[in-house]
């Protein structure tokens, strides 16, 4: 009996869960938990994974074009999209709870440069102006060195898997394109 397939979406901000339906049928043996993919045993698994891609990444758009349009920066956006990928793909909290700490404090960043009459980051601002700002508000609130750190290692860890994604998801389209002739 095929079971159907379901979004698993976390407010961060307000600590709800919901689960929202893809209406996709699948056997319970051509899933992968662990991977949130169909496997191969199944025969139209590529065209699956793909619906799958598609309709999770539209209702990613919609959840944070609504949840953040003109109240936060790309960057926050940003955190908060991959912070929801690991939710949805079923990690363990602690795979993504540094994120969701860095988020808080590159809000927090956000609010005191708001407050000095700057603009909400954009990915155009992350400059050597804007690292040596952030190196000075964390000094001043007596950071750990290794804490500033991975204020720097996290973003570049997300756009290094940013880029990834967009290669797979870029190959997989490519691959349907050249299995499935167009009718």
Not at 33 to 62: F, G
Not at 68 to 89: C, G, M, T, V, W
Request: aromatic fraction near 12%; proline fraction near 3%.
């Amino acid at each position: 009996m095929a079971t159907t397939i379901y979004f698993e979406v976390y407010n961060s901000t307000k600590g709800s869960r919901k689960r929202i339906s893809s209406r996709l049928k699948v056997q319970p043996s051509n899933w992968s938990l662990i991977k949130a993919r169909v496997l191969p045993s199944d025969q139209n698994y590529l065209e699956k994974n793909s619906e799958i891609d598609k309709k999770y990444l539209s209702l990613l758009n919609k959840l944070t074009h609504n949840s953040y349009q003109n109240d936060s920066s790309e960057l926050i956006n940003y955190l908060e999209k991959f912070i929801q990928l690991r939710i949805a793909l079923g990690r363990k909290r602690t795979s993504y709870k540094e994120f969701i700490t860095i988020k808080n404090r590159m809000l927090a960043f956000e609010e005191f440069r708001l407050s000095q009459g700057l603009k909400r980051l954009q990915f155009k601002d992350l400059t050597l102006r804007f690292s040596d700002d952030l190196i000075m508000w964390m000094s001043n609130r007596k950071y750990d060195p290794n804490t500033i750190k991975k204020h720097f290692d996290t973003p570049l860890y997300l756009l290094k898997i940013s880029l990834l994604q967009q290669f797979l998801c870029d190959l997989r389209e490519q691959l349907i394109k050249l299995l499935i002739p167009p009718f």
